[in-house]
């Protein structure tokens, strides 16, 4: 059995840590430190997603597919396979086009863009040119990531509902908090170390290998890192009411739920040969539904968060290959399984052919039996019909030369019978 994160489907951490690599570009290109910059990138991924939640939850997720995802901009955007200059003159061209539909005015836009620059000490005009480049980025990014995991609109909107979960205050403050005894942990394990290469170095300095130290916990934060906690201010700035949500079951509860509704429960794991099967770990705060769809989402957002498309890159050569997911992870490649109420199975396999199918044929030939029967009714009687006729039509031959014959012997009759009357008269 094979778990992954449930994060993979939260919007926000998957344009968190796609868009990292961007950060050098959006900074050039707003003038911004890095430091500025990174900050800026935060706060204006909160309230992308917060504008894009309010905008699902206004129009539903058929019109958002079609006027945000399905955008000229977008569209010429995804022409493009990495990120380089080229890439950010599209961008900044269609930037005030694409902020003004996600936030649906450019008043909003500016708004959002003086918060941020008061919060990082920056100018409103500098913020603006980062908002509205992300957003284009963001609508890409979510485009791709919806096209690649085959979403119809009714997923969509189920893909959305779950979105709030991830971001409220109970999620991260869990995180918070078990973050800490890891980096005390870890900070005791390197002690040893320090005092084994001190011993071994002989005569250097101790200050040297705490950086080393820190250095070594930085990366590993960065590398393991969660977005920082969601503001729920952007709520407010962009208009999106937030339902309470409450998970329904226990995660552990949930997989064991979908494993038996599909017929892969732990103990008919050895007799087959899934153990393979995709499930989602258990999180705190965090409830899914283990839908095949939703599990396919998960499965292509890791896949491209492991390629790390938004690198700083010269165009390739050739376009990279679009992510596929093996039917066996997500329990696509067994005939017998059955569908839950609450969920809609991924059908990929070609269907059987009609020659194949025995019920297809014994109807075929039925129907061809019944057509030649009737063919042979039709022949028969068409041919019974002729043979009518031509006797009909000898019939009243015969009748026409009688009735000829005895118009003739009248004839002869009556003139036989003048004669005889001249010739007594005579």
């Known amino acids: 059995m094979t778990t992954i994160s449930p994060t993979r489907v939260s919007m926000y951490d998957f344009l968190y840590h796609d868009t990292k690599p961007m950060l050098p570009l959006l900074a050039d ?18 309230a992308i997603v917060s504008a894009l939640l309010a905008y699902q939850q206004q129009h539903q997720g058929q019109a958002l597919s079609k006027r945000l995802f399905g955008r000229a901009a977008v569209k010429e955007l995804r022409q493009y396979n990495s ?10 061209y269609h930037r005030n086009d694409a902020a003004d539909a996600v936030f649906n005015n450019s008043a909003r836009v500016i708004k959002i863009s003086d918060h941020i620059a008061e919060d990082i000490h920056a100018k409103t005009q500098q913020v603006q040119i980062l908002l509205t480049s992300l957003c284009v980025i963001v609508l890409r990014e979510l485009a791709i990531l919806a096209e690649y995991s085959q979403l119809d609109s009714d997923e969509m909107n189920k893909w959305f509902a779950l979105q709030p979960q991830f971001l409220s205050a109970a999620r991260f ?29 002989n005569k250097e ?16 934060e960065q590398l393991s890192s969660t977005p920082p906690p969601f503001d729920s201010y952007w709520y407010e700035l962009t208009g999106f009411e ?17 494993l038996k509704a599909i017929g892969r429960s732990p103990e008919n794991l050895p007799q087959g040969r899934h153990n393979d099967m995709l499930v989602f770990e258990e999180m705190h705060a965090i409830a899914l539904p283990h839908q095949r769809w939703l599990l396919q989402l998960a499965k292509i957002s890791d896949i491209y968060l492991s390629r790390n498309r938004l690198r700083i890159n010269s165009e390739p050569a050739n376009p990279p290959k679009p992510p596929l997911v093996s039917l066996g992870l997500i329990g696509g490649n067994n ?12 059908e990929y396999d070609a269907s059987t052919p009609l020659w194949k199918n025995p019920v297809i044929l014994i109807i075929i030939l039925v129907i061809g039996i019944l057509g030649a029967l009737a ?42 019978s003048d004669t005889a009357e001249t010739a007594q008269a005579q």
Request: no cysteine.
């Open 375 to 416: 063919t042979l009714k039709y022949q028969s009687q068409k041919s019974d019909g002729v043979v009518l006729a031509t006797e009909e039509i000898l019939a009243q031959d015969i009748t026409d030369e009688r009735q000829q014959q005895d118009v003739a012997i009248v004839r002869m009759d009556d003139e036989e």
């Open 335 to 346: 005939d017998n399984t059955p569908a839950t109420t609450s969920e809609k199975p991924i």
């Open 83 to 92: 990120m380089n200059f080229a890439t950010l003159k599209a961008t900044l």
């Open 29 to 46: 290109a707003a003038q911004l430190s890095l430091p500025q910059a990174r900050l800026a990138m935060d706060a204006s991924l909160q």
């Open 205 to 220: 300095p101790l200050e040297n290998h705490a950086e080393s130290a820190e250095l070594k916990l930085l990366n590993a």
């Open 173 to 201: 403050s869990n995180e918070q908090t078990q973050a800490v005894p890891t980096l005390e942990s870890e900070r005791a394990n390197s002690e040893p170390a320090t005092l084994l290469t001190e011993s071994v170095e």
């Open 242 to 258: 937030p339902k309470n949500h409450e998970p329904v079951q226990d995660m552990q509860l949930a997989t064991g739920n979908y």
